[in-house]
């Protein structure tokens, strides 16, 4: 039986978010490269395509901090150990996700998006709020939120500059993972979440993805 009190809870929550918002990621994973580059050459991009290219991965790694956020938050008010331990093992990949794009941001120039703490702080209430109805709740909202994700990487793949072949890969990979996350969720009992959340889902996440763009 665990030992730990609120306060040891509460100290490693402020601790996964202080990592996640404000220190220099490091994924246990190598970052993702097409074949044949090894090392970091964008050369070939335009400065218009390099702009874009650091937008589009700026989008994304204001994605990674809400993801690593609603796993947290969920994870935090998780009800059956199982859940917590495969909401973490997720968190757990979902970091090298943040790495790989906070690596891809420095390799093009560009730094991640400014509101970071803001995107933690709501993404981490979202997912507490998820996982207090129940599990089987919380499971299903890592499902449509997989979901809707996988449809928000199809679509920077199609935006990418076709030069960068670098953000490509990575984007890719973390699709792959995505898809294995939403997976698990269902078999671990995720119900479909009502039409109604679905799309308040979306709407919140058109927020983050409009401003993160940019700023």
């Known amino acids: 039986m665990s030992t730990d009190t609120p306060l040891d809870h509460l100290l490693v929550s402020v601790d996964r978010a202080l990592r ?8 246990a994973r190598p970052i993702p490269r097409p074949a044949g580059a090894a090392v970091a050459d964008d050369s070939a991009l335009s400065e218009t395509e390099r702009r874009e ?6 989008v994304n790694h204001a994605g990674e901090v809400a993801a690593q956020a609603l796993y947290h938050g969920q994870a935090v008010f998780a009800r059956r150990p199982e859940v917590r331990d495969m909401l973490l093992r997720a968190a757990r990949e979902e970091a090298d996700h943040l790495a790989w794009c906070d690596q891809r941001l420095r390799e093009l120039g560009s730094r991640p998006s400014v509101l970071g703490p803001l995107w933690y702080a709501g993404s981490f209430a979202i997912g507490a709020a998820a996982a207090v109805v129940g599990d089987s709740v919380s499971l299903g909202f890592v ?4 979901k809707q994700v996988e449809g ?4 920077h793949l ?25 997976a698990a969720a269902r078999d671990a009992g995720g119900v479909d979440l009502p039409p109604p959340v679905k799309s308040a889902m979306h709407a919140t996440a058109r927020v983050m993805t409009s401003t993160s763009y940019w700023i």
Do not use: N, Y
Not at 143 to 146: A, K, L, P, Y
Not at 162 to 181: I, K, N, P, W, Y
């Open 20 to 27: 996640s918002v404000f220190a220099t990621p490091t994924a």
């Open 53 to 58: 290219a650091a937008s589009l991965m700026r």
């Open 152 to 155: 928000h990487i199809d679509s």
């Open 143 to 146: 499902s449509e939120t997989e």
């Open 158 to 182: 199609d935006k990418l500059p076709t030069g960068d072949e670098r953000s490509r890969a990575v984007l890719e990979q973390m699709r792959a993972d995505e898809v294995a996350h939403g």
